[in-house]
T-cell receptor, first 111, second 111 residues
Framework: NAGVTQTPKFRILKIGQSMTLQCTQD?????MYWYRQDPGMGLKLIYY???????DKGEVPNGYNVSRSTTEDFPLRLELAAPSQTSVYFC??????????FGPGTRLTVT | GNSVTQMEGPVTLSEEAFLTINCTYT??????LFWYVQYPGEGLQLLLK?????DKGSNKGFEATYRKETTSFHLEKGSVQVSDSAVYFC??????????FGTGTSLTVIP
């Protein structure tokens, strides 16, 4: 099993550009999550999904969108990138909403 | 609301020293509590968990006891190794779907 994979690993965006962060898991987990981790801060939940076709907002959803058309994939979309979205983004999945399995992260810089 | 407060880092210890990282929480009801570890350049990994009061989670020589009376879940290890150098996150889960993370405590163990 590859676990949770994320692409890209690094990305630099200009203000106003858009992009999609990809997340795929091969563990057949129902729960999937997107977090951002700012320097010196804990993880903040952006969006989560409890199954295909179902998504919900977390603590910091503004400026982001998600979709969950399959169990495996949970892409995160940034429509109009802003410097405040410079962060490290982690995708995670879980079988039972207890133990989360994290991807390696995407480091995004918006300038 | 739900929140987690961790002791500020960074923490630097000599090999074989005793480790304590303090964690307290605020939550309604009966949350589950977790410690996650993040090694350099990687995503978070579950280290241990406790799902009810007085439970003790343990793994790889690390322990933490769920204390409802003091709303605490302090992480301890009797003898740290260089390989334990990482960032440690305390977290709680209280709604079945959302996790709340502390800001992380960086640990460096020197030979």
């Amino acid at each position: 099993n590859a676990g949770v994979t994320q692409t890209p690993k690094f990305r630099i965006l200009k203000i106003g550009q858009s992009m999609t962060l990809q997340c795929t898991q091969d563990m057949n987990h129902n729960y999937m999550y997107w977090y951002r981790q700012d320097p010196g801060m804990g993880l903040k939940l952006i969006y989560y999904s409890v199954g295909a076709g179902i998504t919900d907002k977390g603590e910091v959803p503004n400026g982001y969108n998600v979709s969950r058309s399959t169990t495996e994939d949970f892409p995160l979309r940034l429509e109009l990138a802003a410097p405040s979205q410079t962060s490290v983004y982690f995708c995670a999945s879980s079988f039972n909403a207890y133990e989360q399995y994290f991807g390696p992260g995407t480091r995004l810089t918006v300038t | 609301g739900n929140s987690v407060t961790q002791m500020e880092g960074p923490v630097t210890l000599s090999e074989e020293a005793f480790l304590t990282i303090n964690c307290t929480y605020t939550a309604t009801g009966y949350p589950s509590l977790f410690w996650y570890v993040q090694y350099p350049g990687e995503g978070l990994q579950l280290l241990l968990k406790a799902t009810k009061a007085d439970d003790k989670g343990s793994n790889k020589g690390f322990e933490a006891t769920y204390r409802k009376e003091t709303t605490s879940f302090h992480l301890e290890k009797g003898s740290v190794q260089v390989s334990d150098s990482a960032v440690y996150f305390c977290a709680l889960e209280n709604t079945g779907n959302q996790f709340y993370f502390g800001t992380g405590t960086s640990l460096t163990v020197i030979p």
